[in-house]
């Protein structure tokens, strides 16, 4: 991960490097599955060579809960 940033409006984003696109992709239901993010999306993916190395750069963005979300009895 690059960078992090967050607006007023809850929008998280994220940006980074992975070595590979399906890391991006497993990185989206981890979000999916904490109750402080909802609609997780992936902006963009796209694969970059380096030398004799291959990159993928992404943007994720997400809505992060107002509050956090109360536990229900067990």
Do not use: W
């Not at 998280?12 to 599955?33: N, R, Y």
């Not at 030398?51 to 107002?66: G, N």
């Amino acid at each position: 991960v690059a960078n992090i940033s967050y607006e007023r409006s809850h929008v998280l984003v994220i940006k980074g490097t992975a070595k590979d696109l399906s890391d991006v992709f497993q990185m989206i239901p981890v979000l999916e599955k904490s109750p402080y993010f909802e609609n997780v999306t992936s902006q963009y993916a796209s694969k970059r060579r380096v030398f004799d190395k291959e990159y993928t750069d992404f943007q994720i963005q997400c809505i992060i809960q107002a509050s956090a979300p109360s536990k229900e009895p067990s």
